[in-house]
């Protein structure tokens, strides 16, 4: 058996790739793992903030050639900024290529596959995909899911160190536990609100809230697109949609984006809409995003004259 020092230094030679929008959660987790975040790279984006497929390569290739070993990347199927889908076919080519996991992080968008499945090409090449049924299929705060390609995986990486090999040959079911394969121990039946309610309401119904909530998105990107006092800054493939006040000519990005935060600030406390933030390439933008069946067009509409009425009012 390795020193313990020999297997820290083992475990740092190993790199994941992923976005410069990926969602924070995963450089959380490198961290968690004891590979570091200094082992994450962070790969540049298009003007769609999709990983760009070509600048991966040549990340895998210039780690390969200093000795690291490439271990995953993390493809986004909807970044939480933009709702942008990151090429899944070209990043599975490349993973498969250099013999990388393949993980798609797809806690916010990837359910929208149920109502627009074009938009998700190459999602069925991942080894795993994460989704959270409590954005977009309205469920409690703490539903979330993690999908295997093959569930020995799972079985593999918390199996005691005898058991290992079993994992990798047994059924992926026989014998093993839920508290065995994942880090979390005790927890609620949190499927079963799910289950009823995908049982009681039908996948048509919730096909359907998710098409209008896509539908009410483009409303909203189209309605700022014709304000010439507004500027989107992205519209992404799904529901987020974001803008910021345009300002004077003169303005500097600073004067810009401290205005746009304070617009921000007026239209929460105003109390009708509610909007986030995002800051896109040093630019701080307002954020939209539709993931609520209850919203309505009238809502939707509301959404620009509060930001004009909450910049005037500054």
């Given at each position: 058996m390795p020193s313990n020092e020999a297997g820290v230094k083992a475990a740092t030679q190993g790199v994941f790739y992923a976005s410069q929008e990926v969602h924070m959660s995963i450089a959380k987790s490198i961290?968690?793992?004891?590979?570091?975040?200094?082992?994450?790279?962070?790969?540049?984006?298009?003007?769609?903030?999709?990983?760009?497929?070509?600048?991966?390569?040549?990340?895998?290739?210039?780690?390969?050639?200093?000795?690291?070993?490439?271990?995953?990347?993390?493809?986004?199927?909807?970044?939480?900024?933009?709702g942008a889908i990151d090429p899944l076919p070209e990043i599975a080519a490349i993973a498969r290529r250099h013999g990388l996991w393949m993980h798609v992080d797809g806690a916010y968008g990837a359910l929208a596959a149920i109502a627009a499945p074009g938009k998700f090409a190459g999602m069925d090449l991942a080894d795993s995909?994460?989704?959270?049924?409590?954005?977009?299929?309205?469920?409690?705060?703490?539903?979330?899911?993690?999908?295997?390609?093959?569930?020995?995986?799972?079985?593999?990486?918390?199996?005691?160190?005898?058991?290992?090999?079993?994992?990798?040959?047994?059924?992926?079911?026989?014998?093993?536990?839920?508290?065995?394969?994942?880090l979390e121990l005790s927890r609620r039946f949190r499927a079963l609100r799910l289950w009823l309610s995908l049982r009681y309401h039908g996948l048509q119904a919730f096909r359907a809230a998710i098409q209008k909530d896509l539908d009410l998105a483009q409303r909203l990107a189209n309605a700022i697109a014709k304000q010439p006092e507004l500027k989107l800054l992205a519209r992404g493939d799904l529901s987020a949609v974001c803008f910021r006040f345009a300002g004077a000519e003169s303005q500097s990005e600073e004067e810009l984006n401290r205005r746009n935060a304070a617009i921000l600030k007026?239209?929460?406390?105003r109390g009708r809409v509610y909007l986030s933030n995002a800051t896109l390439r040093g630019k701080f933008g307002l954020r939209a995003c539709i993931v609520n069946h209850r919203t309505t067009a009238d809502d939707v509409d509301s959404v620009i004259p509060e930001v004009l009425a909450s910049a005037k009012n500054l």
């Open positions: 961290a968690l793992l004891g590979i570091g975040r200094k082992n994450l790279r962070l790969i540049s984006t298009d003007d769609s903030f999709r990983l760009i497929p070509a600048e991966l390569e040549q990340a895998i290739q210039r780690d390969k050639a200093a000795g690291m070993i490439p271990i995953a990347v993390v493809a986004s199927a909807g970044t939480v900024n933009t995909l994460s989704l959270d049924p409590h954005k977009w299929l309205y469920q409690p705060l703490d539903c979330g899911c993690l999908l295997y390609r093959d569930a020995r995986a799972a079985h593999a990486a918390f199996a005691h160190t005898g058991d290992y090999a079993k994992a990798l040959t047994n059924d992926p079911v026989e014998g093993f536990a839920f508290f065995e394969e994942s007026r239209v929460v406390q």
